[in-house]
Nanobody, 124 residues
């Protein structure tokens, strides 16, 4: 499984950005795909997770109502739409696949098997 993120860049506070994660493994069977971020000096944190089988999604409290995770079947990507971005959203963003069977631990990075290389998001 290979994951490749794209769409990162610089954005002003209050602006929007859309990240995409292209990869294999987004089958119709249950597979948890997550977006994580890591700022300098901080631990990697789960931002959003989605089960590709039924489309159920979960969000960190810090991004709820501002970020949306979705699957683009035509492009075979899992996207993260970021809106009303804040300075604290500045980080390297990673997508991950092969996540946990139990949904309540979707945000645990150690539960994912495959990772992309990351894409930088800078809010100013």
């Amino acid at each position: 499984v290979q994951l490749v993120e794209s769409g990162g860049g610089s954005v002003n506070t209050g602006g929007s950005l859309r990240l995409s994660c292209a990869g294999s493994g987004y089958s119709d069977s249950t597979n948890c795909v997550g977006w994580f971020r890591q700022a300098p000096g901080k631990e990697r944190e789960g931002v959003a997770g989605m089960w590709t089988g039924d489309g159920n999604s979960f969000y960190a409290d810090s991004v709820k109502g501002r970020f949306t995770i979705s699957r683009n079947n035509a492009k075979n990507t899992v996207d993260l739409q970021m809106s009303d971005v804040k300075l604290d959203d500045t980080a390297m963003y990673y997508c991950a696949s092969g996540g946990p069977y139990y949904r309540y631990i979707w945000s645990r990075a150690d539960q994912y098997n495959y990772w992309g290389q990351g894409t930088q998001v800078t809010v100013s």
